[in-house]
């Protein structure tokens, strides 16, 4: 699992300050953090940016290739900015992100071609967001993978994004999403890649689940064929879950029923929670969140509770 690291991001008090001012060694921080618990790229998003991200990005490149030697995934809806922080990023960099609208995908395809970048493409069209996981397909199929071939960028440089609806007032989407990541992955060979914005599953959720819910659907999304995710690489539970998945390890209780989770949606089953030791109270609120991931008990904000 390539682990995205989001925790640089405009939306942040302290990081819009920081690049507000210029201050170098509070996103040199974020970014060596991220490092160190285990991400594979470092995201920067910094908004729109319409006036100045020709050039805030490329200084956000060069701070942080100061003392981080990672790809890294440049963030935002200016193209601009975009081209200026690829002209100076060392490694094969993301783009973050297009979608399925022509008007999108014609200001950022040509740059990933261009620079030879990955480039996440969210299967969202002028209507929104698809409800059904054979919806996303049609837009990934049609629209992206037809507009990647008109720009020349190869099927292996596209990132598919299904785009994940938070559980709270969406929980059927859950399991569609879960599907859509299946299916992208049979569209061609080689497949491409696959990512999601992991926490919007829980948006808008009590602070309390949060983490519970994005680690236990990020390992269903595993099993199905997820390969990155932009998460917080300093929750340490949820960078646990990604090592227990790729070592295999089944040492601990967790890791037994992390696995069998995810080897569960692997082979496109669901999980039977009734294997599950509900006198260990961490592997009962797993369990707990399994069931409401897989739309088999109703979403509360108290579910842990009952």
């Not at 507000?20 to 490092?35: G, M, P, T, V």
């Not at 290739?65 to 440049?74: D, I, K, R, T, Y």
């Not at 569960?264 to 599950?276: G, K, L, R, T």
């Not at 797993?286 to 509770?305: D, E, F, M, P, V």
Request: hydrophobic share 40%.
């Amino acid at each position: 699992m390539i682990a995205i690291g989001e925790c640089i991001h405009i939306i942040s008090k302290d990081v819009k300050t920081a690049v507000e001012n210029r201050d170098k060694a509070f996103i040199q921080h974020l970014a060596k953090l991220q490092a160190q618990k285990g991400a594979n790229y470092i995201d920067l998003n910094i908004g729109p940016q319409k006036k100045a991200g020709h050039e805030v990005m490329p200084w956000m490149v060069q701070t942080i290739q100061e003392v981080v030697h990672l790809p890294l995934s440049l963030d935002t809806s200016n193209a601009a900015a975009i081209e200026a922080g690829l002209k100076v990023c060392k490694k094969k960099a993301l783009i973050n992100s297009t979608d399925a609208t022509e008007e999108r995908m014609a200001s950022m395809m040509p740059l990933a071609a261009k620079y030879n970048a990955n480039i996440i493409a969210l299967t969202l069209a002028k209507g929104g967001i698809p409800t059904t996981a054979d919806a996303r397909v049609e837009l990934a199929t049609e629209r992206i993978f037809t507009a990647a071939a008109k720009y020349g960028v190869p099927i292996e440089n596209i990132w598919l994004d299904p785009l994940v609806l938070t559980v709270n007032g969406n929980q059927d989407q859950a399991q569609q999403t879960i599907n859509a990541v299946r299916y992208f992955k049979q569209l061609a060979d080689p497949p491409p890649k696959t990512t999601c914005g992991l926490s919007n599953v829980s948006n808008t959720c009590p602070a309390e689940l949060r983490h519970m819910l994005n680690r236990v659907f990020m390992v269903m999304m595993a099993g199905a064929g997820l390969d990155s995710a932009i998460l917080d690489p300093l929750d340490h539970e949820t960078m646990e879950a990604i090592r227990i998945l790729d070592t295999r390890d089944d040492s601990t209780p967790k890791g037994k029923l992390y696995l069998g989770l995810f080897d569960a949606y692997a082979a496109m089953e669901e999980y039977d929670i009734s294997q599950v030791d509900m006198s260990n109270p961490e592997l009962k609120d797993i369990a707990k969140t399994i069931n409401i991931l897989q739309n088999k008990t109703l979403y509360a904000h108290g579910y842990l509770r009952l």
